[in-house]
C-alpha cells in the first residue's frame, strides 16, 4: 500500500523559515534595545537637570541668607580681574564674621571672604567657591584692593560651591544711579542688588539661570 506523496513529505521548517524567523527575532530585539536605551538617557538627563538645578538653588538661598544678614560696619566690593585672559569675577566682603560660615563658635570681626566666579584656564568650565580668612598682624591694607587680598589669602584654599558652568556673569545694581555696573568699588556704599547669571550645558540643551539677590542698604556703617 503506498501513501499519497504529501503524506511522505516531512514536517518541519526549512532553512529559509528559519533564517525569516531570526531576523525577524533580531529586528524585534534591536527595537526593544532602542526604546530602553533613549528611555535610560531621558531619565538621565531629567535626573541631571533636577539635580543641577538643586544645586543652584542651594547656593542661592545660601548666598541670599549671607548677604541679607550683612552686618552694619561690613563692606563690600565686586571686582572684575583678567589674568592671561582668563576672566575672574571676585566679590570680597570684609568685617562680617557670620557671612558664609557653617560654624558656630565666635569668630574674628577681621574675618574676610572672598566669593569667586573662576575659570581655571582658557577653555575650563566656570565654578563658583570661596574663602574665608583673618589676615595676618602686619595685613594693616584697608582698601580692597584685590591682589593684596588675593596675596595675603595664597595659602587658603578654595572652597568649591558648585561647579562645572559654561559661563558666569556678574552685576551690581547702583540705585542712586538706577544702572547695572560690571564692578563695585565703593566699600562705604552697598550695591543694591547682586545679579548671578550662571550659564550651564546639558545634553542637547544650554539653560541660563539668572538669580538676583538683595543687600540690605548701609551707607558709612550706619542704617
Not at 117 to 130: E, H
Request: proline content about 4%; charged content about 25%; overall charge neutral.
Amino acid at each position: 500500500m503506498f501513501l499519497p506523496s504529501h503524506f511522505s513529505r516531512r514536517s518541519g521548517l526549512t532553512l529559509i523559515e528559519v533564517m525569516v524567523a531570526l531576523g525577524v527575532l533580531v529586528i524585534l530585539v534591536g527595537g526593544i534595545f532602542m526604546v530602553v536605551q533613549t528611555s535610560l538617557k531621558t531619565v538621565l538627563m531629567i535626573d541631571n537637570s533636577a539635580s543641577r538645578e538643586d544645586e543652584i538653588t542651594n547656593l542661592t538661598d545660601i548666598l541670599r541668607g549671607g548677604f541679607r544678614n550683612l552686618p552694619p560696619n561690613a563692606g563690600l566690593t565686586g571686582q572684575l580681574i583678567e589674568f592671561g585672559g582668563v576672566k575672574e569675577y571676585l566679590i570680597i566682603v570684609r568685617n562680617a564674621p557670620g557671612f558664609l560660615t557653617w560654624m558656630s563658635e565666635p569668630e574674628s570681626e577681621k574675618m574676610i571672604v572672598l566669593l569667586s566666579m573662576r575659570q581655571d584656564g582658557k577653555d575650563a568650565s566656570w565654578r563658583v567657591c570661596m574663602k574665608r580668612f583673618v589676615p595676618a598682624e602686619k595685613f594693616s591694607e584697608d582698601t580692597f584692593d584685590s591682589k593684596l587680598i588675593l596675596q595675603a589669602a595664597a595659602k587658603i584654599p578654595w572652597l568649591e560651591l558648585v561647579a562645572d558652568f559654561q559661563s558666569v556673569n556678574a552685576r551690581f545694581f547702583d540705585a542712586a544711579s538706577k544702572a547695572w555696573k560690571d564692578r563695585w568699588v565703593d566699600s562705604e556704599v552697598r550695591p543694591a542688588l547682586i545679579e548671578l547669571t550662571l550659564v550651564c550645558e546639558q545634553v542637547r540643551d544650554v539653560r541660563s539661570e539668572t538669580k538676583v539677590l538683595w543687600v540690605p542698604p548701609v551707607r558709612g556703617g550706619t542704617t
